[in-house]
């Protein structure tokens, strides 16, 4: 299922007959068709470094970064969100 970019009204980007994104820009529309084209063939849409990269971003560089799937990072969000909302 190749990734289509047409111009109607703007860029729309489809993929196996269904539309993913409409009336975007060039440029948006471009990256979404490199996203989709990688979930295609790896079926992951970032790699581990770029994930790695991402987290220490946000959270600090001391932070850890949970594994996929282990429900750490849902717990961690709560523990967060509890944080804030005692301030």
Known sequence: MPVKITKVDGYRVTHGGKVSAKKTTKEKAEKQRRLLESIRRSGKPFSEAQRKK????????????????????REAAKHTARALSKK
């Not at 991402?54 to 990072?73: D, E, M, N, Q, V």
């Open 54 to 73: 991402r987290h220490k971003r946000i959270y600090g560089s001391k932070s850890k970064l949970p594994k996929r799937g282990s429900g750490l990072a």
